[in-house]
């Protein structure tokens, strides 16, 4: 971890340290409101709970900590992804999306975008610069994509599309702000899922926009406002309260993925690896330079879906299920959610357990299920 990310990680549990008064408690309160009292003139203060909360506030606090920027929070991940596009695109705009990324995005832009008039192609991160950025209005990466985690070059993609004259989105979900800063490469907006790894507990959905442009910032927190898309003071809550572990559950559950790559690489049941941390992994050097950390996702290939299925179900310390960077470790079949992949392909998310433990249980219904 580079020193900024130390101390970036050392200040996020202590942010509210400054406005405490004698008697006020440590923890964060939680406040449920849809009105505040506001007689008169009441600008500059909380009035009704789809313009402000302070619970909002307070996890947007810590997440412009994290990202360095300002950031407004969003009920989930793809309503983070929405205010940028509904806030920021008009009639007649073009945008170019991962192929490979995830699939709901891409299915915001045919079912939704593309007939308020704004059209979309898709393209391989691995060759996203390819093709150039002429008559974009943005461009979005995922990068490592999922889920076959395969990388883009931020920097070079940010300033390839600023040449064009479009803006970059880059959705840092699988890394977080401390495996990854797109907004210091380059990029105009990060847009993140934080019912990931910065919630971490598998309990909420949450998202959220940063950028270090006002005018941005403005918009979406605009579009949040008069759409109605708010996040529930509840979650902003569980999710405040998450991020104040984030540094220490990412930091094992990344150590621990690099163990198991390493050790999966050699087992006979696997085709396909895949794991930016891996020196044989084809996005490794890129990885190198431009992640702080190399993630806690791993994908690979089983022989078949049954085998892919029997791995997953029957191995006693992973939970089947959708989604990643919870605590617990999880994996996924992930043609079962139509991604372009084999039927034996699959997500593995590692959790925080003890990694020997971990990898023992891994092994064994590796193992068990045979070549
Ligand atoms: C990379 C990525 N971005 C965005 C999302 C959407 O997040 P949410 O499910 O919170 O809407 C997901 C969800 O899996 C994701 O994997």
């Not at 406040?31 to 947007?60: C, K, L």
């Not at 008039?117 to 974009?136: C, E, K, N």
């Amino acid at each position: 971890m580079s020193e900024t990310a130390k101390s970036r990680a050392a200040a996020l549990p202590h942010l509210r340290r400054a406005g405490l008064a004698k008697g006020d408690p440590i923890p964060l309160p939680l406040t449920m409101a849809a009105i505040f009292h506001a007689p008169g003139d009441a600008t500059g203060y909380d009035q009704y709970g789809r313009f402000s909360n302070p619970t909002w506030d307070a996890v947007e606090h810590m997440l412009a900590h994290l990202e360095d920027a300002p950031c407004v929070a969003f009920p989930s991940g793809m309503a983070a992804i929405s205010a940028v596009f509904f806030g920021l695109l008009k009639a007649g705009d073009r945008i170019l999306l991962p192929s490979d990324g995830y699939h709901t995005t891409r299915a915001l832009a045919d079912r939704f975008l593309k007939s308020f008039g704004v059209a979309y192609d898709v393209r391989p991160t691995s060759s996203f610069l390819d093709g150039g950025f002429d008559g974009y209005r943005l461009a979005f990466v995922e990068t490592p994509a999922n889920p076959g985690l395969d990388i883009c070059d931020i920097a070079a993609v940010a300033e390839a599309v600023h040449k064009a004259g479009a803006m970059l989105v880059v959705d840092n979900t699988t890394m977080t702000p401390f495996g990854q800063r797109p907004l210091d490469l380059g990029a105009d907006i990060v847009i993140a899922a934080d019912t990931k790894a910065p919630n971490g507990h598998s309990d909420v959905l949450f998202g959220h926009v940063a950028s270090r442009n006002a005018d941005i910032i403005s918009r979406v927190t605009d579009w949040r406002e008069t759409s109605g898309a708010i996040p529930g003071p509840f979650e902003a809550w569980l999710v405040h309260r998450g991020l104040e572990t984030l540094d220490v559950r990412f930091d094992r559950m990344c150590a621990s993925a690099e163990m198991i790559a390493r050790r999966l690489k050699d087992h006979r049941a696997i085709s396909g690896l895949r794991f930016p941390g891996l020196e044989s992994d084809p996005s490794h050097n890129l990885a190198r330079a431009q992640m702080e950390r190399f993630g806690f996702l791993i994908s690979f290939v089983l022989a078949s879906e049954d085998k892919a299925e029997d791995f997953i179900n029957n191995c006693a310390l992973m939970q089947a299920a959708t989604s990643f960077g919870g605590v617990h470790t999880s994996a996924e079949r992930r043609s079962k959610r139509g991604d372009a992949v084999p039927p034996g392909f699959v997500r593995l998310s590692i959790g925080c357990e003890p990694v020997e433990e971990l990898w023992q249980a891994i092994e064994a219904s590796l193992d068990r299920i045979g070549t």
